[in-house]
């Protein structure tokens, strides 16, 4: 597969990032966050991506979707990320529609038409601590009658409180480490002994800490095999690392642009501070990396989208890669932006905030770059 | 089956064939490298019958047309004999400047003639070319340069000297920019071709940190160049120079590439052992690696991309600058993890165990990477200037 975009790919491109740019700029983040939105995102907005059918992106065209694939998602992510719209489109379509995928054609009858229809939110419940550590996953799930009781808690579930159901991995069998025992469960809001505290994050996205107390579900809330959950776990984290990541290139693109143009505006010492040679390598520097960053989230969506094996280690490598560039783009914008980038009123700093909270989401580069350690034994 | 995929299991049959063993080992010292040229020799018997069979099949130069050589394949099947080739670790054939800078710059600037006559010898390897850019006086700014071509009529006398004319004293000939007109800067330059054995060309080796001589000064004192050996307009030359370098800058960003194995990390894992959990037993050192090779990793995904999108027009016309960069500064940080790997042992700089200090020679090699064909700085300038088209630069 050539490594660039085919002509029904750049007209996708073309159309959302129109659409993304005119509906859901940076100002309609600053709107929701000064009128403190309990949602953190607008459902008007859900419903028009609906409309738009990027909801359906990776639902195959026999369950009504587009059919297609990481590489499509991506390119929603990514005017996402340069817009800085905050929408459940990640976890909810990408994240949460890839482990639905992964699972039972029951879950999707049920959950499907109302993500497809702009109503249903998914939470993903995975995280218990403030890391990632999907390897140590402890939460119990235990058999009780014909299904399974839930107790323990999650953190970190993004839109956890606005959510419809949430996706839980929780333990079946052995231990915290074991690669076998776990198990994926939708996880209706409303269910009774569920209760959610949403925090507000830095980059005003809302998270949840989940309470499961003796959380009732039937077996048929089981997504894929009961402790063969890895399977489906695995293909959620690879479709929300890699959409993170394709995210990330989007908010990284989009502070570098807004610093280059300022570096055309700016002037000083009766030059325009773009003259100056120390900004100009560190600008051409940062193009660099974006180029880079970008190419290796577009292999990595290739090979998922390819079923290649070797997507796996191309993941972790968008993820981290993305992930460093994306946060060199933003500090290098706020410093060039001088103290106007430090002040409330200007955009580059909600760049900042999202680079952070879209770094730990799923792991950081940090642990991406341990996990390709891993992968290539040592 | 689509034509590609049937291409494809062509390929890998006919690289199983022809392929010999010894050609799919990675490459361990200069020799290994096969130049072609007037004094050139082969190392083995299997580097010849590699050689041959590529010839044959037009594999020294694949993507150019049938009439000149090559193989005239699309870029797609371009792309599948790379990945197939590097799939079995095969070696190229044959490397040279003819092939990476002078070839492409003759496709586009040359006459038929000039393409018949000269590509068939690139292809062939019949012909070794060198680079006379470089001046003393003229690095960074090329364009200053001072050689001068005086017009006699029906040749140039040429006089002047070059610099840093990598293999000038083992090459045939030599693509060399020589000022034709004083008075304009740009549009004085033209790119002329000669044989390093016209009357008056000498040589003079200099030797690098690495301890090795790989190139030279250049002297021309009235060298007569006949009027049909210009490539391109006269005082056009500094077009064909650049377009050239585009080249050029792509071919060295490629040992961003490393020798094409996957990780480093797991490379050089027994050198230094592992702990109770089989991670490398310097944590430090392992957390480089790891994001070292992440930027590997993610770098031959931009590496690939470059090249889909150049063959597709797509690309920023200056992003080989970009290539160049990225390519050199990561492979120079390669070869500093190379070293910090192989600890004490890593310096020794002679015997026989270290195949006579391959490590600490190469190390110090990769330093050029960053100066040759235009220095990082200058290449950041590029991008600033023509990518991000900033104020004053
Ligand atoms: C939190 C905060 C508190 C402050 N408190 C005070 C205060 O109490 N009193 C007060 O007077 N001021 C204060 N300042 C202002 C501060 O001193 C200025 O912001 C600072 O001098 C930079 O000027 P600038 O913001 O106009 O940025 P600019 O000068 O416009 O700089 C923009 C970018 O261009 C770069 N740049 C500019 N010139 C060059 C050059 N020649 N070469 C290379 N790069 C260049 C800068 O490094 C920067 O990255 C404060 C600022 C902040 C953020
Ligand atoms: C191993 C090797 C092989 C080579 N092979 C060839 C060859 O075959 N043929 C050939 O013609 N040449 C060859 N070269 C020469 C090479 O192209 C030049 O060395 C290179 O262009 C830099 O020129 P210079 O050495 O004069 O450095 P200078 O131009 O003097 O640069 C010195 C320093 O100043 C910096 N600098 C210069 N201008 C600027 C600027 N505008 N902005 C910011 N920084 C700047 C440079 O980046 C560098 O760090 C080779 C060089 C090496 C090291």
Redesign the pocket.
Known sequence: MAMYLNDDQSALQDSVRDFVSTEAPVSHLRGLRDAKDEDGFSRKLWQQFAEMGFNGILVSEDEDGLGMGHLEAGIVLEEIGRNLTPSPFLTTSVAGVAALNAGGKHLRDKYIPGILAGETILGLAIEEGPKHRPDKIAMEASRSGNGFKLNGRKSFVIHGASADALIVAARTAGSAGDEEGVTLFMVDRDAAGLSAESARLVDNGQAAAVTFNGVEVDADAVIGEVDQGQAVLTALLQAGRTGAAAEMVGVGAGAMDMTVD??KQ?K??GQM?GE?Q??QHRASHLYSEMEIARAAVMKAQQLLDEGNAGADVMVSVAKAKAGRTANLAVREGV????????TDEYDIGFYMKRDRALSEFMGDANYHANRVAELNGY | MTDLDSFRSETRAWLEANCPEEMRQPIKGEDDVYWGGRNATFKSDAQKSWFEACLAKGYTVPEWPKEYGGAGLSPAEGKILRQEMGRIKARSPLQSFGIWMLGPALLHFGTEEQKVHYLGQIARGEIRWCQGYSEPGSGSDLVSLQTFGEDKGDHWVVNGQKIWTSYADKCDWIFCLVRTNKEDKYRGISFLLFDMETPGVTTKPIKLISGNSPFCETFFDNVTVPKDQIVGELNRGWDVAKYLLGHEREMISGGGLGDGSASLGGKVKPEIGSNALGQLDDPMLRADLAHFDVDVLAFKAMAEKFVDEMKAKKSHPAQPNMMKYAGTELNKRRHELVMASGGSDALEWESEGSHHGAKPRTWLRTKANSIEGGTSEVMLNVISKRILELPGA
């Not at chain 1, 060039?336 to 980038?341: E, R, T």
């Open positions: 300022y570096l700016r000083q010492f501070i100056f120390a900004l410093q060039m932006h001088g103290g106007i980038g430090m």
